[in-house]
């Protein structure tokens, strides 16, 4: 409560932002390796955004934090770099997914298929695999990398009026079991898609995929990293047009009561379709910076899992929330790659030094007890505490939360 | 002819809800009424497209409403309230009566992309409008209030503003006084009445409270098991016999003998 109060006085919140990123960024430069210094950087990225102080410094402090000293950062340690970037393409397919479950109310378990078809776009034809199909002439130039951002868009952009198609009279679980379908459909196609033709290569996956040419000698890390970014704004620009306009009412009115939606004139199969389109083409376009970026794709990194992993960047940073989405996919990414990660190296270091704890020897514990083989578990944990102290997310909606500044204003003028 | 149903019937397995009924509307209010499971609401569902009927045709100017989508019938000028009050819960009172002038937006998906000199002109003029009807059925001050925290008698109106939001032609509204104390129901007539006098709106309701179905009806329809079987002024059909018998009976004798 009293940290809640701090943020909202401008004279206190002000210079502890700035504080805040510089003893951040400082500790960075300095422990290079320490997980928790980069931590505090994100945390000090996420005080600035929820501190009280006027838009143009918060958006000044925010483009010196993700513009300049991100950068720098990476020049310390490339990797924590290389988990903005994850951020960065997470918090895209999130906003994205936020698009069909968050605002139009449409379950989907299989999003991920979209973010597949997107990579496997780029892919096939980025890499010397389309000669098997086409005969010659393949990888395409670099620079076409462009271009098929704009394909990925497209073609993802397709595959989710195909989807949508079939499951328009579908709604609750029905939709998401028929989903869920979809994207092991997809899955599977690229895994058995060899043969007779050859196009996806099967499980052995494709590589090289070409990556896009690097303007101004950046090296590709950062380049990728800015790249995201761009992406992400655009995205973000795109889901808060969308979200207070006409169209992003008819989602929420049909997430409340397609009926009535649809007695006030709202096309419901043009809706959803839109819905479905404009989620899985956030997901196609980002699915080609990734095949871009891991140079290679295999049919792994699409699994169901992802699916639900995106959905629970979703749920745990607010439904229908574009900020939520963000903070939601920086935590459950940042949870993965580096908390857990981090913590398992933690105990290996104190395993090798042969800690003994309480006469037991930390040496004997089994590899089984590595946290990072607990991620999903510490996921299902954290979602079933959200879904009892906090339902609404991290950071719901903006009129949820207008709702509740509202009543607790009434509670005051009743107490006074 | 505003409006004209000729012969709709329509049947749920072996009953027949609906059963050859004429109904037709040049303006003003008329008013259904009929006891319960008499078939008031199926006939409004097919009037707006959420049932197609078994048989039967159903017009608007001349236009036929049969085998069109609910949202196409809200575009051609036909909107309604429900009986068990469908609001967006979760979204504010302006943002209900937003979506109800959907159909009247003619904006596409680049517009609202590229949120230009257009979009800002429709989206602000379209804000405006749904604030001057909020103001109008008296929920002025409740513009950003979500639709579940209103009382239910605001609720009544909120899905009101939302349904004349779509410039309707012909307005259905099922119940509007239920849950509402007499003072409140009188009000709510004296605007529709207001409603109709501004724009040619054509009413239907159906409605329990008799003292307002007679009072702001300029016809009264009256079903019973499916079937029409009356039809006049409020005075003709309270004296018919078998209105009386089928309905008004004990209430219609209880209140002539005062």
């Known amino acids: ?416 | 002819m505003l409006f004209a149903a000729k012969g709709i019937t329509k049947r749920f397995g072996g009953l027949t809800a609906v059963k050859d009924v004429d109904f037709t509307l040049e303006g003003g209010i008329a008013a259904i009424i009929g006891p319960n499971g008499a078939g008031k609401t199926t006939l409004f569902n097919v009037f707006t497209g959420l049932y197609t009927p078994d048989g039967g045709e159903v017009k608007l100017d001349e236009h036929s409403l049969i085998g069109l989508r609910p949202d196409e019938i809200t575009a051609l000028g036909v909107c309604r309230t429900f009986q068990n009050i469908r609001l967006f819960k979760a979204m504010t009172a302006i943002e209900n009566v937003l979506v109800g002038m959907h159909a009247r937006v003619e904006l596409g998906l680049w517009d609202v992309l590229a949120r230009g000199p257009r979009f800002r002109a429709v989206e602000g003029e379209a804000w405006r409008t749904a604030r001057t009807l909020l103001e109008r059925v008296g929920l002025g001050r409740q513009l950003h209030t979500e639709a579940r925290h209103l009382p239910y008698g605001d609720q009544r109106r909120l899905e009101l503003a939302r349904a004349l939001a779509s410039k309707p032609r012909l307005l259905l509204l099922d119940e509007p006084t239920a849950g509402m104390t007499g003072s409140e129901a009188r009000q709510l007539m004296g605007l529709l009445r207001g409603f109709v006098a501004d724009s040619g709106l054509g009413i239907v309701l159906i409605e329990h409270n008799m003292r307002v179905v007679m009072e702001v009806s300029d016809r009264v329809t009256v079903l019973d098991h499916g079937e029409k079987i009356a039809e006049g002024t409020p005075r003709e059909v309270q004296t018919n016999a078998r209105v009386i018998e089928a309905y008004l009976g004990r209430r219609g004798a209880h209140s002539a003998a005062p």
């Not at chain 1, 979200?243 to 419901?268: F, K, T």
Request: hydrophobic share 55%; glycine share 10%.
């Open chain 1, 1 to 416: 409560m009293r940290g809640a109060r701090v943020i909202r006085r401008p004279l206190v919140a002000i210079p502890l932002s700035v504080l805040l990123l510089i003893v951040s960024g400082a500790a960075v430069a300095s422990f290079p390796r320490s997980v928790l210094a980069f931590l505090l950087f994100q945390g000090a990225i996420l005080f600035i955004y929820l501190a009280a102080m006027p838009g143009y410094l918060r958006a000044a402090l925010l483009a010196v934090a993700l513009l300049v000293m991100m950068p720098i950062i990476g020049a310390y340690n490339v990797y924590y770099l290389e988990i903005a970037t994850q951020v960065g393409i997470f918090a895209a397919l999130a906003l994205g997914l936020n698009i069909v479950v968050g605002l139009a109310g449409l379950l989907d378990l299989g999003y991920v298929a979209f973010f597949a078809v997107g990579a496997y776009s780029w892919a096939i034809f980025g890499s010397p695999h389309a000669n098997q199909i086409f005969g010659g002439g393949f990888p395409l130039a670099p620079g076409w990398f462009y271009l098929f951002i704009f394909v990925g868009l497209a073609v993802a952009a397709l595959a989710g009026v195909l989807l949508g198609l079939p499951v328009l009279r579908l709604h609750g679980d029905y939709l998401a079991i028929v989903t869920l379908g979809f994207g092991e459909v997809i899955r599977v196609l690229a895994n058995n898609l060899d043969k007779p033709i050859n196009f996806t290569n099967g499980p052995k996956g494709i590589t090289p995929i070409n990556r896009p040419p690097v303007p101004f000698g950046l090296p590709y890390a950062e380049y990728s990293y800015f790249l995201v970014l761009l992406i992400v704004l655009v995205v973000i620009v795109v889901n808060r047009r969308l979200e207070d306009s006409h169209i992003g009412r008819a989602w929420e009115a049909i997430r409340e009561d397609q009926v009535a939606a649809q007695a006030m004139g709202v096309p419901l199969v043009r809706a959803k379709l839109l819905a479905f389109a404009c989620g899985a083409s956030f997901a196609g376009v980002m699915g080609v910076v990734f095949a871009a970026k891991q140079v290679f794709i295999n049919p792994e990194s699409f699994t169901f899992l992802e699916s639900i992993g995106v959905l629970a960047m979703v749920i745990l940073g607010g439904m229908g929330s574009i900020p939520g989405a963000v903070l939601g996919a920086t935590i459950v990414t940042v949870l993965n790659l580096q908390v857990l990660k981090g913590l398992s190296l933690w105990l290996n270091e104190l395993k090798n030094a042969g800690v003994v704890i309480l006469g037991y020897p930390l040496a004997d514990l089994p590899t089984q007890l590595e946290p990072a083989k607990y991620e999903r578990m510490i996921f299902g944990v954290i979602l079933v505490v959200m879904m009892i102290f906090r339902p609404q997310g991290f950071l719901p909606a903006r009129r949820r939360q207008r709702e509740i500044e509202v009543t607790a204003e009434e509670h005051k003028t009743v107490t006074v």
